[in-house]
């Protein structure tokens, strides 16, 4: 006999008298069948009898003899559809999963495939509902459950991942989050839902490690939760590059350790700091983003980006002594001494003098003589809204005088007018 001829003959021997195939969905090794269709049959039958509530044991029964069949005969669309249901009902839904998906694709017949469909929907429809109810009733544990049973059932059903996705992000859980949102996004990549939930859980996670590391109170605990911030925001950022909270938060998180001694962040932290400063919608948040700017623009000795974002703190914040110790710090770091004394003045006056209660008992020609600058200012400008008072070492006095509603603040020292400063026009808090 011609080889081929053996072969073939081997090959029908050993498929009908105990050697089996190969089920799909799990492992044929030591199964003996040899009549699949015998099996195939008492399928139906315990299908049939599996009882209301389904019996387990008739249900395991069922998902036996379906094996076996399939053990010899791997690609009846049938049998791999009644192995699906019988693991369906008994919880096996990754096994179920795959006999559903076997079954469809060897379903040639339209009405055999929508079979298969109606089937596998039932299923999933089940386990989905079931899981969004858990999660309406913030039952995130077994919503999750729920879910990972419906993806295992149908592994590109974008709706399952998303719920799944929703409950980790609900307990904190945020990289398992991710990697849920990822799989997700990789089986439905025009899903534009699952582009928004893959952004928020990376950005929950690193708004998880950024808090950890903020609330540190040395370098060496801050190093390892802030550069995981970093790591997971970029993720973020890849998706939106124009989200303000995640500009921020990476620009703080490269800024503290820039100032922990990593030098190479400090460009990206000016980077995004400065970005997320053209998105500020109020003044706070503009104030948040340029102190640290300020103090990185100073290290790099590039004066004139730090004096323009001293200039923003002190037209934003006039009101706040900091503002004026930050601006004279940048003009001394520059070497401009002269033009620092007046931002000192006026944050010696503010910070440590007193306010002038009585203006009329405190401007007296025997403290300000008609032809002093103080003098000359308060004629042209008329009684200041509020005046801050500071006697130095010296027993010379620092005044500030502010006229709020102008929008003008003017420095003294000992009488003679040292600066001035401008700002929005607000009233007194």
């Known amino acids: 006999m011609k080889l081929w001829m053996r072969l073939l003959v081997a090959s029908v021997v050993l498929g009908s008298f105990g050697v089996a195939f190969a089920d799909k969905c799990q492992d044929c090794q030591g199964v003996q069948v040899e009549d699949p269709k015998m099996h195939a049959r008492s399928v139906k039958s315990y299908w049939a009898n599996r009882g209301?509530?389904?019996?387990?044991?008739?249900?395991?029964?069922?998902?036996?003899q379906a094996h076996m069949a399939l053990c010899g005969s791997p690609d009846e669309w049938e049998w791999n559809m009644f192995a699906g249901m019988f693991a369906s009902e008994l919880g096996k839904y990754k096994e179920a999963g795959c006999y559903f998906k076997t079954a469809d694709s060897n379903a040639s017949n339209p009405k055999d495939k929508e079979k298969v469909a109606n089937n596998l929907g039932h299923y999933w429809v089940e386990r989905y509902n079931q899981a969004q109810t858990l999660m309406r009733e913030k039952s995130y544990e077994a919503?999750?459950?729920?879910?990972?049973?419906?993806?295992?059932?149908?592994?590109?059903?974008?709706?399952?991942?998303?719920?799944k996705g929703a409950a980790l992000g609900e307990l904190g859980r945020h990289e398992e989050a991710v990697a849920v949102f990822k799989e997700a996004k990789a089986v439905c990549p025009d899903d534009p839902r699952l582009k928004t939930n893959l952004f928020s859980a990376l950005y929950g996670q690193g708004k998880t490690l950024y808090d950890q590391g903020i609330k540190a109170k040395?370098?060496?605990?801050?190093?390892?939760?802030?550069?995981?911030?970093?790591?997971?925001?970029?993720?973020?950022?890849?998706?939106?590059?124009e989200d303000g909270n995640t500009l921020y938060e990476i620009g703080t998180s490269e800024y503290q350790l820039a100032m922990?001694?990593?030098?190479?962040?400090?460009?990206?932290?000016?980077?995004?700091?400065?970005?997320?400063?053209?998105?500020?919608?109020n003044a706070a948040d503009s104030l948040a983003a340029l102190y640290p700017l300020v103090r990185l623009e100073s290290d790099a000795k590039n004066?004139?980006?730090?004096?323009?974002?001293?200039d923003l703190i002190v037209a934003l914040d006039p009101q706040d002594p900091g503002s004026y110790s930050m601006k004279a710090n940048v003009l001394s770091g520059a070497g401009d001494a002269k033009a620092a004394q007046s931002y000192v003045v006026i944050y010696s006056a503010m910070a440590k003098g007193k306010p002038v209660d009585n203006w009329d008992a405190h401007f007296t020609a025997a403290n300000y003589p008609a032809g002093s600058d103080i003098a000359k200012v308060v004629k042209e400008k008329g009684k200041p809204e509020e005046a801050r008072t500071y006697n130095d070492s010296s027993s010379n006095p620092m005044d500030a005088l502010f006229y709020w509603s102008k929008g003008e603040g003017v420095a003294f020292y000992a009488g003679k007018q040292l600066g001035a400063v401008s700002f929005r026009p607000q009233q007194k808090k």
């Open 52 to 64: 209301n509530p389904p019996d387990s044991t008739v249900l395991q029964k069922g998902l036996d």
């Open 143 to 163: 919503c999750i459950a729920q879910a990972s049973n419906a993806i295992a059932l149908s592994p590109d059903s974008c709706k399952a991942y998303a719920v």
């Open 218 to 241: 040395v370098a060496g605990e801050r190093k390892e939760p802030l550069t995981g911030a970093i790591h997971w925001f970029g993720e973020a950022l890849a998706i939106d590059p």
């Open 260 to 281: 922990d001694g990593d030098s190479t962040l400090s460009e990206p932290a000016k980077k995004h700091l400065a970005q997320f400063l053209g998105k500020a919608e």
């Open 303 to 310: 004066t004139a980006k730090a004096n323009e974002y001293a």
